[in-house]
């Protein structure tokens, strides 16, 4: 059974940074791709980025360009989101996400974690 | 970017009617659309990808199709735990958008 478990998730200022993790088990992490997706309070889903099953390649929303960096380390089975320059607006579940393909991915998610809640605000 | 959007935004239903969500793209994206259900507090579920796949597990009375620009997703008899938020997304490039969700509620 393919289980997603986040952490890392909380209150930050406006501006702070905060590093987002997602444990994978009951897969072989390594030959797949991997998304966040994120959904602000009461609001719909909002994919953010994927990152090959390599690590080699990544693909960001422009929403979060230049801010937030997506990483992995197959060693550990283990997904990352560095979020940097924080704003208000970022406040928002933020999901850990399969990708059904192997490889380079496609977006099309089939394992959803459970979220992990991150809250910007002064 | 590719716009997704979906109609209605909601829909008020009983138990063992057939309703159907549209979901249009704002390009051609081929067969690169997919279906998810999200009840309250918990995270999205597959149910259909390209168009018209059904995701193991999923009972047969969800049903997808199109191409194109246009797709359906039809539940042609509802059960009680079909009452949720309904959301298509394109996986045709990146970013992956998703429509805005439809919430499907019990009248």
């Known amino acids: 059974e393919v289980q997603l478990l986040e952490s890392g998730g909380g209150l930050v200022q406006p501006g702070g940074s905060l590093r987002l993790s997602c444990a994978a088990s009951g897969f072989t992490f390594s030959s797949f791709a991997m998304n966040w997706v994120r959904q602000a309070p009461g609001k719909g889903l909002e994919w953010v980025s994927l990152?090959?099953?390599?690590?080699?390649?990544?693909?960001?929303a422009d929403s979060v360009k230049g801010r937030f960096t997506i990483s992995r380390d197959n060693s550990k089975n283990t997904l990352y989101l560095q979020l940097n320059s924080l704003r208000v607006e970022d406040t928002a579940i933020y999901y850990c996400?399969?990708?059904?393909?192997?490889?380079f991915g496609s977006g099309l998610v089939d394992n959803w974690g459970q979220g992990t809640l991150v809250t910007v605000s002064s | 970017d590719i716009q997704m959007t979906q109609s209605p935004s909601s829909l008020s239903a009983s138990v063992g009617d057939r309703v159907t969500i549209t979901c249009r793209a704002s390009q051609i994206i081929s067969n690169y659309l997919n279906w998810y259900q999200q009840k309250p507090g918990k995270a999205p579920n597959l149910l259909i990808y390209?168009?018209?796949s059904l995701q193991s597990g999923v009972p047969s009375r969800f049903n997808g199709s199109g191409s194109g620009t246009d797709f359906t997703l039809t539940v042609s008899s509802l059960q009680p735990e079909d009452f949720a938020t309904y959301y298509c997304q394109q996986s045709y490039s990146t970013p992956y958008t998703f429509g805005q969700g439809t919430k499907l509620e019990i009248k």
């Open positions: 390209a168009a018209s």
């Open positions: 996400a399969k990708d059904q393909e192997r490889g």
């Open positions: 990152i090959s099953a390599s690590g080699g390649s990544t693909y960001s």
